[in-house]
């Protein structure tokens, strides 16, 4: 099969009568309806756990994780996911053994929250990250969200409760780890938990619970090197953040983390009666704000990220100019996009994020042997940072170098298994090359992670079609094993 009637796969589709899409869409409303109400019941002659084991917590966690990948979308930036990585092993190195692997996952949403999951999951928002002042605050969020999950606060709860169903129970965590005041798109995952009520209310940490936490984390905060006042400052921060918003609305860390007024008080007294940090040594501010330009220029909407850069380029750092930059890329004013890229640069010199960021630009203008120049150089600084080795595959693509490109897009779908994006890519690039069955198969997972079914069983059947070994067979087995698990929170 040619490259251009490859390709052409990408887009494929037909026609459905206006009536048969309003009698699915029905359908559908109705199978919601059976689902909410089986969450609502408890399960017949079961009283409750006994004891939720480290084995129950852990498949529990597990089918939460999915969840979480099917509703929401989560940030693979290496910029960002390499410093919480860094961050959050530093608090977890000072924590006693764990049951769990501690895994701090970035979803892309602007509320201001954070959660710890079962079995060692914890969730931060972009939002949270943003409305922190420095490393410190964010550091003594995640130190109170370990406590959570070192203390089993959540397991002691399922405990406590009688509705023992995995589903039930993912459904319930999802309303009251996530409350209402989440702007994400994920509404279907936290309406199936509000639908539970009271039911849900009765996961969510008690006062008790959370003055644990504070004590506890604060205790990880402090042998990790930071000093006690950072929690108090992170949850003034987050009050303040209420004061100021002028929308009535609450931020989603505060009601689902109730008392917080109260406790603030509480770790100011616990803060005050300890001696500042004095093992290890901050990160330097410098990285964490290039955190959150990243964050702000990449991951938010890009007109009220330029806003925040509405200033005179003198009272503009070094990574804000490059930040502006970024925006207007986005923006497409490609002009004054390329003029900050070029301030930021004379500034920056071989800063690894600046070539990455000029190097994208410059493979979206077409410029793609500059485009690899600039990759090349940052990836030469930071072999990880994955999404310039992505843009990488994409340049040699368009130069006609396809088994390097395949070679770099595989490192990068090895890395974020999970990201749409790279396996459509990926898909395409090894059609051009002539292996359709594994183009096929990543544009199947393309659509399986788009949660598009009708697509990705096209070409899981296209991909079935030409499978001829044994080793293809069990690739498409793994690929239905992973529909039939992700499909339930479809």
């Not at 940090?277 to 009220?304: C, H, N, W």
């Not at 380029?313 to 930059?325: P, Q, V």
Request: charge should be neutral; aromatic fraction near 8%; glycine fraction near 8%.
């Amino acid at each position: 099969m040619t490259a251009c009637a490859y390709q052409k796969l990408g887009s494929h589709g037909h026609l459905v009568p206006v009536n048969e899409v309003m009698i699915k869409r029905i359908l559908k409303t109705c199978l919601a309806c059976c689902l909410v109400l089986n969450l609502c019941l408890p399960l017949p002659g079961r009283a409750g756990l006994a004891e939720v084991s480290i084995a129950d917590e852990a498949e529990l966690g597990r089918e939460f994780s999915v969840l979480m990948q099917a509703k929401f979308p989560l940030i693979e930036d290496p910029v960002v996911t390499g410093f919480i990585n860094e961050l959050s092993s530093r608090i977890a190195s000072v924590m006693p053994p764990q049951p769990f692997r501690l895994r701090v996952r970035v979803v892309r949403d602007g509320s201001i929250n954070a959660f710890a999951a079962p079995a060692g999951y914890i969730f931060v928002h972009s939002g949270l990250i943003l409305h922190m002042e420095d490393q410190g605050e964010l550091a003594a969020v995640i130190a109170h969200e370990m406590a959570h999950v070192s203390e089993r606060h959540i397991a002691k709860n399922i405990e406590r409760s009688r509705y023992l169903s995995i589903g039930t129970l993912v459904g319930m965590l999802a309303g009251a780890m996530l409350g209402s005041a989440t702007g994400s798109s994920g509404g279907s995952a936290v309406a199936i938990g509000s639908l539970a009520g009271a039911q849900s209310a009765a996961l969510k940490y008690s006062r008790e619970d959370e003055r644990e936490a504070d004590q506890v984390g604060l205790d990880y905060l402090t042998k990790a090197g930071f000093t006690a006042s950072s929690m108090v400052e992170s949850f003034e921060r987050i009050k303040q953040s209420n004061l100021l918003s002028g929308t009535g609305t609450p931020p989603a860390y505060i009601s689902t983390h109730p008392g917080l007024t109260e406790r603030i008080s509480y770790v100011q007294d616990l803060a005050e009666r300890r001696h500042e940090a004095t093992q290890g040594q901050p990160f330097q501010p410098e990285r964490f704000k290039k955190v959150q330009m990243i964050l702000r220029s990449r991951y938010t909407d890009a007109g009220t990220a330029i806003r925040f850069y509405d200033k005179s380029d003198a009272e503009l750092s070094s990574m804000e100019l490059l930040g502006k930059a970024v925006v207007l890329q986005r923006l497409h004013n490609i002009r004054s996009a390329e003029e900050y890229f070029r301030k930021a640069g004379a500034q920056l010199g071989e800063d690894s994020l600046w070539h990455r960021e000029f190097g994208r630009f410059a493979y979206e203008q077409g410029r793609f042997e500059q485009a690899l120049g600039h990759l090349n150089a940052a990836l030469a600084q930071n072999p990880a940072d994955i999404m310039a080795l992505y843009f990488k595959g994409l340049s040699l693509a368009e130069l006609d170098r396809h088994q390097e490109s395949i070679q770099a897009l595989r490192q990068v779908a090895r890395s974020v298994p999970e990201d749409s994006e790279v396996h459509t890519t990926l898909g395409r690039v090894l059609g051009r090359s002539g292996q359709e069955f594994e183009g096929y198969l990543h544009f199947a997972y393309a659509n399986l992670y788009r949660k598009n079914e009708d697509k990705m069983r096209y070409f899981m059947g296209k991909a079935r079609s030409l499978a001829s070994s044994p080793d293809e067979t069990a690739r498409i087995e793994q690929l239905q094993q992973e529909y039939r698990q992700r499909s339930k929170y479809w």
